[in-house]
């Protein structure tokens, strides 16, 4: 474009990104692996993220997440993830509310702003179903999930993506109204069978693959001998492991050691107090790049911390943006015309 024309970006709203890809699990999974192999490659940038702690109510706060991606066409953008841990239940709206703003990371100039909070759900869900692909046993069938909320809902879609033969569901939320109706939406979404439970132990005991997403300020309380020999544990929220149970793993693997082990989560805690090495955690992106491997036995429990990325975000958002731009989805919405200052 030169400096007379009109310059416009894209608006999508949740409806336009649905319908561009966002709930997709084969398209969001490839776009949030090509993320992992470019962040492997050194050609991603991610600074810590700036967070607003506002606290009045459980989680409350606001994040900018901001990032870039290099590879043949680079993006460059910001989640904004705002939460309030009332939300469910007081007003009926997820916890966390999200945009993605995109720019070109040449120019400068502004490529859209898009709802994120699908995108969030989703592209967190898709580092858990990467990290399956390399460290669940194929043939998982038992899935435990603790925490009937947003957050779980997408994890349970990518799961069942990379891992067709999980069939046996068992959900525990110590809201258990909640939790009925999470098992029936999903249940009926999914043809599965989702079994609410009484206790987080009746779930998670001899489940191949367990995923929790519950709250961050969680008090530890999954225990060492529940965990099944082979299990693959995804930690979406970051403290529901005891640290004997932590500590007790085959394999600890991250999304990001630096930023976990520095992060407020069990992992960075033992990190800081010198319990763990850092380097006894490995990076999703350099096991997906085949630089570490994978599971080594059938025997190892291998703890998957879930820790956030921007990049993910600007990953997904910007794979649903070029759908949205083929289709002419969305609102292409005038920002400015000739720049008033040069
Ligand atoms: N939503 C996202 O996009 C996203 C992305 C990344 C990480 N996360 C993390 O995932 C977690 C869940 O997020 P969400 O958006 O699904 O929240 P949510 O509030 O929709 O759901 C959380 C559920 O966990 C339940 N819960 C709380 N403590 C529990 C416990 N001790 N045992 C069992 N259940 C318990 C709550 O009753 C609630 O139903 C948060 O820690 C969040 O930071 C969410």
Not at 34 to 44: D, I, N, R, S
Not at 177 to 199: C, L, N
């Amino acid at each position: 474009m030169t400096g007379a024309d009109t310059l416009r970006m894209r608006v999508l709203a949740q409806e336009d990104v649905i319908r561009c890809g966002a709930t997709d699990p084969a398209a969001v999974l490839a776009a949030v692996r090509e993320a992992f192999l470019l962040k492997a490659a050194g050609a991603a940038i991610e600074p810590a993220p700036a967070t607003v702690g506002l606290d009045a109510a459980p989680g409350q706060r606001m994040v900018a997440h901001a990032g870039w991606l290099g590879g043949p066409t680079p993006v460059g953008g910001v989640k904004w993830i705002c939460a309030n841990g009332d939300n469910p239940r007081l007003r009926g709206i997820p916890r966390a509310n999200a945009l993605v703003i995109l720019s070109d990371p040449e120019t400068g100039l502004p490529r859209a702003v898009v709802e994120g909070t699908v995108i969030s759900a989703m592209r967190t869900a898709g580092a858990t179903a990467l990290a399956a692909t390399v460290l669940a046993r194929p043939r998982s069938t038992r899935l435990a999930v603790i925490g009937a909320g947003v957050a779980n809902r997408s994890q349970l879609a990518l799961l069942r993506h990379v891992l067709p033969k999980l069939r046996e569901v068992r959900l525990y939320d110590i809201d258990a109204a909640r939790a009925r109706q999470w098992a029936a939406d999903e249940g009926a979404r999914h043809q599965v069978e989702i079994t609410p439970v009484t206790s987080a132990y009746q779930a998670v005991r001899d489940a191949d693959v367990v995923v929790c997403a519950t709250a961050d300020s969680v008090t530890g309380y999954v225990e060492p001998d529940w965990l099944a020999p082979g299990v693959f544990v995804a930690g979406v929220s970051h403290n529901d492991l005891t640290d004997a149970a932590v500590l007790a793993a085959d394999r600890l693997v991250t999304t990001d050691a630096e930023g976990t082990s520095t992060a407020v989560t069990r992992i960075g805690r033992l990190c800081g107090d010198g319990r763990l090495e850092r380097s006894a955690v490995d990076d999703l992106g350099a096991v997906v790049s085949g630089a570490v491997s994978g599971r080594r036995e059938p025997d190892d429990r291998i703890v998957f911390d879930a820790w956030g990325l921007g990049i993910l975000d600007l990953a997904v958002a910007d794979m649903v943006l070029r759908h949205a731009e083929d289709r002419d989805a969305g609102q292409a919405v005038p920002v400015r015309g000739a720049p008033h200052w040069r």
